[in-house]
């Protein structure tokens, strides 16, 4: 399986990338082409042949960083967007779009993919725009296309002002476990299991071309990921709780 795939420095990518390879699969790096400007793009001047996927990683995730500089988080991720369908289309492969953080303020659970999008920050525009732009694209050009609502996948790579890898810093650091809002209520997948979804989309077939939430299927509220963080960690002392203070993604 020839498989292209963009943000293979980041988080997901890296490790569907790195798992990819290590099943034998041809995995090219797309970064470099998509990272240029979309039209100035030119296919047929690079080294890619026919791919069967490309697999659509690669783009600004912080939330904080599109509110400080929404243009750029814009520009870097519709623009990628459209370059990695690009070389979909030339390499008459298959198209998946990593998205995520699309539904906003929650009008019922749990939330299914009916549920309607909306946007609170300029990274969760730059989602719903770009999944817009991928079903338009593909549909004009018969691109068989996946899109995947990601729930917060967290691994062994610590991000910080993620809930998961804030405990462990904190636990790291031997400091006191603290969580900012202990209400919120959300879907976890580890890593490895996103992974193997993707290995198993990669070789289905026919494509079952729509759009899919991941996660785990049960949601758990930050200070209940906190408590059973701290039970594995053999942890006495009792989780805070600022509240002057919101974040852990």
């Not at 970064?31 to 793009?41: G, N, P």
């Not at 006191?176 to 290995?199: M, Q």
């Amino acid at each position: 399986m020839r498989v292209g795939i963009t943000g293979v420095n980041g988080f997901l990518g890296g490790e569907v990338y790195k798992k990819l390879y290590d099943l034998g699969h041809l995995v090219v790096p797309l970064d470099s082409i998509t990272r240029k400007e979309y039209l100035a793009l030119k296919i047929q001047e690079s080294n890619l042949t026919d791919l069967d996927w490309v697999l659509h990683f690669g783009s600004k995730t912080s939330i904080p960083d599109s509110q400080n500089d929404p243009f750029s988080t814009y520009a870097s991720n519709i623009s990628s967007t459209l370059s990695a369908l690009k070389i979909a289309e030339k390499t008459k492969s298959c198209f998946l779009f990593m998205s995520s953080f699309v539904y906003g303020s929650h009008h019922y659970v749990p939330i299914d993919e009916k549920h309607p999008v909306s946007a609170s920050n300029p990274y969760m525009s730059s989602k719903i725009i770009s999944e817009e732009i991928c079903t338009q694209i593909t549909k004009s050009n018969n691109i068989p296309l996946i899109i995947l609502r990601g729930f917060n996948i967290y691994g062994s790579k610590l991000i910080p002002g993620r809930l998961i890898s804030d405990l462990i810093i904190a636990k790291n650091n031997n400091e006191l476990l603290t969580i900012n809002d202990s209400n919120p209520k959300r879907d976890y997948l580890y890593i490895k299991d996103f992974v193997g979804l993707i290995e198993k989309i990669i070789n289905s077939f026919p494509i079952k071309s729509g759009i899919y939430n991941v996660g785990y299927g049960q949601a758990y509220t930050n200070l209940e990921v906190a408590n059973i963080f701290r039970e594995l960690i053999g942890e006495s002392r009792m989780v805070r709780i600022n509240s002057k203070k919101r974040g852990n993604d």
